[in-house]
């Protein structure tokens, strides 16, 4: 193994159930498994790796990639929510419980989307501002404002 | 209308769920997952596989040579017609042909130049 490839395989093992967790909490099309999303996260990973110049921590920096993959897959590949969670989703840890508000953060549009799934993570609004490319006080009036949104939908 | 306590208590599931969540496999599936990717994605194996797929460089050694076999005919100084083309191995090769033979001609003049 080339020792870029030995740091990245650490870094994935350092990052594996966020990235996971990431994956999971997105609504794919029937015909893409989780561990199908986690391979397209390692390889824009992989692409991404070298180019990683540290100026956010590591853990910001997968989260946004795996965040800007699963967008994108989500626009590539489903233009409907999926009708029932499959088994991987199970796995990943998205239950029935917790079903009626991830389809309503689905609903959400970007950035307020990656800003709800990265204070539920519990990412600071500095590192928030680095994961979407808004200022600091535009992450804290986008969350105010999401989170408005989603009460107002979840209390009806 | 729900408790109002009821949505924050949500968010709160919803984060720590996410927090929770743990990649459900063992080392070796990550592993080969991470191998996979590696793989499929460095351009070195894809420059690779396109360059066994694509052999181009018998089609540029057989245009250098008949250019430099049309070059000395030139010189030789026969009636101009411009540019000709001729079908080698199945490739169309472009050249300044000077001479005034027909394709076919210059193909067997080639021919007798090589052997």
Redesign the interface.
């Given at each position: 193994m080339e020792p870029d490839e030995k740091a990245f395989a650490e870094m994935v093992r350092r990052h594996r159930n966020l990235i996971w967790s990431i994956c999971g909490s997105y609504r794919l099309s029937e015909a893409w498994t989780t561990e199908d999303a986690f391979h397209e996260v390692l390889c824009d990973l992989w692409r991404g790796f070298g180019s990683f110049g540290g100026r956010s921590t590591e853990r910001t920096w997968v989260f946004r990639v795996a965040t800007n993959t699963m967008i994108s897959l989500t626009r590539r590949t489903s233009n409907r929510p999926s009708p029932r969670l499959t088994e991987s989703q199970e796995r990943a840890g998205v239950s029935d419980e917790y079903d009626n508000l991830t389809e309503l953060i689905d609903t959400l549009p970007e950035p307020d989307r990656t800003i709800i799934k990265a204070h539920a993570q519990g990412f600071s609004y500095k590192e928030t501002a680095q994961i979407t490319g808004l200022t600091v006080a535009a992450v804290s009036v986008r969350l105010m404002r999401a989170l408005r949104k989603l009460r107002k939908e979840y209390d009806k | 209308?729900?408790d109002k306590h009821?949505?924050d208590q949500?968010?709160n599931?919803?984060?720590e769920?996410?927090?929770?969540?743990?990649?459900?496999y063992g080392e070796a599936e990550?592993?080969r997952?991470?191998r996979?990717?590696?793989w499929?994605?460095?351009p070195s194996s894809t420059a690779a596989a396109q360059k066994a797929h694509h052999r181009w460089w018998p089609y540029a050694a057989a245009a250098a040579c008949v250019a430099a076999l049309i070059l000395p005919l030139g010189r030789w100084g026969h009636s101009t017609d411009g540019i000709r083309n001729v079908s080698i191995d199945g490739e169309q090769v472009y050249f300044a042909c000077n001479s005034g033979c027909s394709p076919e001609e210059t193909i067997e003049t080639l021919k007798t130049l090589i052997r």
């Amino acid at each position: 193994m080339e020792p870029d490839e030995k740091a990245f395989a650490e870094m994935v093992r350092r990052h594996r159930n966020l990235i996971w967790s990431i994956c999971g909490s997105y609504r794919l099309s029937e015909a893409w498994t989780t561990e199908d999303a986690f391979h397209e996260v390692l390889c824009d990973l992989w692409r991404g790796f070298g180019s990683f110049g540290g100026r956010s921590t590591e853990r910001t920096w997968v989260f946004r990639v795996a965040t800007n993959t699963m967008i994108s897959l989500t626009r590539r590949t489903s233009n409907r929510p999926s009708p029932r969670l499959t088994e991987s989703q199970e796995r990943a840890g998205v239950s029935d419980e917790y079903d009626n508000l991830t389809e309503l953060i689905d609903t959400l549009p970007e950035p307020d989307r990656t800003i709800i799934k990265a204070h539920a993570q519990g990412f600071s609004y500095k590192e928030t501002a680095q994961i979407t490319g808004l200022t600091v006080a535009a992450v804290s009036v986008r969350l105010m404002r999401a989170l408005r949104k989603l009460r107002k939908e979840y209390d009806k | 209308m729900k408790d109002k306590h009821d949505f924050d208590q949500q968010i709160n599931a919803f984060g720590e769920k996410l927090k929770t969540t743990r990649y459900p496999y063992g080392e070796a599936e990550l592993n080969r997952e991470i191998r996979r990717a590696v793989w499929s994605t460095t351009p070195s194996s894809t420059a690779a596989a396109q360059k066994a797929h694509h052999r181009w460089w018998p089609y540029a050694a057989a245009a250098a040579c008949v250019a430099a076999l049309i070059l000395p005919l030139g010189r030789w100084g026969h009636s101009t017609d411009g540019i000709r083309n001729v079908s080698i191995d199945g490739e169309q090769v472009y050249f300044a042909c000077n001479s005034g033979c027909s394709p076919e001609e210059t193909i067997e003049t080639l021919k007798t130049l090589i052997r």
